[in-house]
């Protein structure tokens, strides 16, 4: 199958926005008439890392044009690709945001700002306990939940 293959199909089955990101991540990586597998393709899109690299540049667009977002476009093709968003790439991309912005903390003597992100931080681990991955591998995050507890 080629890419435009692949496209033809997926375009039916997805949102207006949802397909141009998809189409802007994958032709980014590979040609148009370039053979490639399906499961090529699901290794790319399955990967939260992908979006938020390859639609970087794409994110005023998204945001702006077609009010969305990454998170609600991964979730909607990791449906079309009968997968769960709640996978090791979307909870490792909410940890690796936490202890980012921890580290950032460090940093920060400024109280309002300090008060954003201690709340951003909080709303962003919300969503990481509420995934099942986190739930059912506690083990793999200790470090993490040891910095909060520290924090």
């Not at 032709?27 to 390859?54: A, G």
């Not at 950032?104 to 700002?113: E, L, P, R, V």
């Amino acid at each position: 199958m080629t890419l435009k293959d692949f496209f033809e199909e997926f375009k039916y089955k997805s949102s207006y926005i949802t397909d141009l990101s998809i189409r802007h991540i994958l032709t980014k990586k590979f040609n148009l008439d370039q053979e490639i597998s399906i499961k090529q393709i699901e290794k790319i899109l399955k990967d939260y890392n992908s979006y938020i690299i390859y639609l970087n540049d794409f994110r005023g667009i998204i945001y702006k044009q077609y009010e969305s977002d990454i998170d609600t476009i991964y979730k909607e093709c990791m449906k079309i690709l009968n997968d769960t968003y709640d996978n090791q790439s979307y909870c490792e991309y909410y940890v690796s945001k936490i202890l980012s912005k921890l580290q950032a903390k460090k940093n920060i003597k400024n109280i309002d700002i300090l008060n954003t992100l201690n709340e951003n931080i909080k709303n962003d681990f919300n969503t990481l306990q509420k995934l099942s991955y986190f739930k059912q591998n506690q083990e793999q995050f200790k470090t993490l939940l040891e910095e909060l507890k520290n924090d």
